[in-house]
């Protein structure tokens, strides 16, 4: 489904369902002020202009002391994010087709280093080093737009303290608990709990853990298309009369694999999902193994790489592993480009629905933020459709 700004005025009649959605997701909250300040702040999301504060907001609410009490609501209030994210999930898998779970990575440049999970990290878009937070985001997609379900928010070790850190709660942590692919599964795992399985495409071809990432899904049974880079160790499953002169059964990087399968490339036809135009692109499909697992294990750690060469290339351009067969190359592909449209998703959620405008310090005020703007776009992008179907019905 095209963006459609919330201002729009075709979409004015619409907004009279608000309160209801509302109430739909929240309904889980204990208490009626809660559920009435998570709706004004989420109408303030929709309706507002330039940067969404919290003071902003409540001005645009004309409620006496709005500020004060959005404040508390966002960033002290004990409420869990859980349930109106489960919600979220489903509203937005009744009201699409979803065709996959993308997990995509958000950067939210700060002031300071007072805020939860600021640091200075390279950012690849801009190819700048910047101070920021760093979160994971799932959404949900179909053919032409995805809507965010899950949040995390990584963590930094903090200097001198070992590999230690923190979440809500004040609770310490072990490194585990906060790499990237201990997220990835715990929002899987999450969204698995609230809607039917997709396969799970993860665009972060430096994916700190993606060994165990893979371990993780396979065990889980989730089917997965996840980027890797071509550096990553791995073990060959080829038979020994398929593999070329000299080379022989073990571990190896999946640059090394690749080229010594050159010869085995070949062409392989796809359908982008918005269009269903049929595209072209050149593959070489080798069964691998993760380091440290055993074939047949109860890991399933057996995957098929999938290296991805444009027509002119002289080497692969993309590598991929996934748990998909052999047969569904072209499924893969499908998939994987899915990944190439996230900063698209990210622009329209920042410019339209304040993604990036927290201005509180606390990890939980951040996660009660980004679940509310999840809540926002989904209503945005798919409630006022169904509510003007309903009204053209009536």
């Not at 004990?78 to 996959?100: C, G, K, N, Q, S």
């Not at 809507?147 to 070992?162: E, F, I, K, M, Q």
């Not at 998939?335 to 996230?342: F, N, V, Y």
């Not at 927290?358 to 703007?373: A, Q």
Request: glycine share 10%; hydrophobic share 40%; aromatic share 8%.
């Amino acid at each position: 489904m095209p963006y459609r700004p919330w201002t729009d005025t075709a979409l004015l009649p619409a907004r009279d369902g608000l309160t209801r959605f509302a109430h739909q997701i929240m309904a889980e909250m204990p208490r009626a002020d809660q559920r009435r300040w998570g709706e004004t702040y989420i109408r303030g999301l929709l309706l507002g202009n330039g940067r969404r504060s919290v003071r902003s907001i409540a001005e645009g609410a004309d409620v006496p002391d709005a500020v004060q009490s959005l404040q508390q609501f966002v960033n002290q209030s004990p409420w869990d994010w859980a349930p109106v994210r489960r919600r979220t999930a489903r509203y937005v898998d009744e009201h699409m087709t979803t065709h996959a779970w993308l997990i995509r990575p958000i950067y939210i440049p700060k002031r300071g280093g007072q805020t939860a999970g600021v640091a200075r990290r390279y950012v690849p878009r801009t190819g700048r080093t910047l101070n920021c937070q760093y979160g994971l985001g799932l959404f949900l997609s179909d053919a032409e737009t995805s809507a965010p379900v899950d949040w995390r928010l990584v963590l930094p070790s903090p200097a001198g303290t070992g590999a230690r850190s923190w979440l809500p709660g004040r609770r310490e942590v072990g490194p585990s608990e906060q790499s990237e692919w201990c997220h990835v599964l715990a929002m899987a795992d999450d969204v698995a709990a609230a809607v039917p399985v997709r396969p799970l495409v993860v665009g972060l071809r430096h994916v700190t853990g993606v060994e165990r990432l893979l371990q993780g899904l396979r065990q889980r049974g989730l089917p997965f298309v996840v980027e890797v880079n071509d550096s990553m160790p791995v073990l060959r499953q080829l038979a020994p009369s398929s593999l070329p002169g000299g080379a022989r059964p073990g571990l190896t990087q999946i640059r090394s694999l690749v080229q010594e399968t050159t010869a085995r490339r070949q062409p392989v036809m796809w359908r982008q999902l918005h269009d269903a135009a049929l595209h072209r692109s050149y593959v070489t499909t080798v069964p691998v193994r993760l380091p440290g697992t055993v074939a047949g294990s109860g890991g399933g750690a057996d995957c098929l790489l999938v290296a991805v060469w444009s027509a002119a290339a002289t080497s692969a351009a993309n590598f991929w592993l996934t748990g998909l067969p052999e047969s569904q190359v072209g499924h893969v592909l499908t998939l994987a480009q899915l990944a190439a449209r996230r900063e698209r998703d990210v622009d329209t959620l920042s410019e339209g629905y304040g993604l990036l405008d927290f201005e509180g310090r606390s990890s939980r005020g951040w996660h009660h933020h980004m679940t509310l703007v999840s809540a926002a776009y989904a209503f945005a992008q798919l409630g006022t459709c169904s509510q003007q179907q309903e009204q053209r019905v009536g």
